[in-house]
């Protein structure tokens, strides 16, 4: 396999990484206050209210896109994990996402004049991350279905489709119905 070329799998990564850089970008959180004759909103990107996990997401996505670039470009070795590397770094994206999609990021007191929500950005940045895992996963996919290949089954046992079978009951069996004899 030409370790050089991108798959499908790795440009599904570095366009979830592009997706994911560009929503830390877009509203991710919105706070409404109205009190009385007074009423106010605003919004805050990712960048702006994630912190640590907002450096985080920006990381993976950087990351998602060098390792396919540097992948297609024939920079990195043939011996490194890269699929297995953007599917982790995927999920850790998709575990963060889903975390800041939970719990809004406040200083713990919100009053009750004061509205939070959820804007567009955090959830293209949930497709964005999930597209990095995907990719990942859907490179990698061959290496994981290789594991099992050469395993044996214990002696007397054999599988059709998915099913099972033990040494008397395939012995026994001639095509005929059940229920019916052979002659």
Known sequence: MDTSRPTTGDMIAAVGGVVLLISLFLPWYGVSVDITDFSASDSG??????????????????????????????????????????????????????????????????????????KVGVFIALVGASAVAYGGWRTARPAFDGLHKGRRRPEGRAAVDGLELRGRARAGRTGAPRGSRAR
Request: aromatic share 2%; hydrophobic share 60%.
């Open 45 to 118: 990107s990712g960048r702006e209210a994630l912190g640590v996990i907002g450096i985080l997401l920006y990381l993976i996505s950087i990351a998602a896109v060098a390792t396919v670039v540097a992948r297609a470009a024939a920079l990195l070795p043939a011996t490194l994990p890269v699929p297995v590397a953007l599917l982790g770094l995927g999920a850790l994206a998709v575990l963060l996402v889903t975390y800041r999609i939970i719990d809004i990021p406040t200083d713990g007191h919100v009053p009750d004049q004061v509205e939070l929500s959820r």
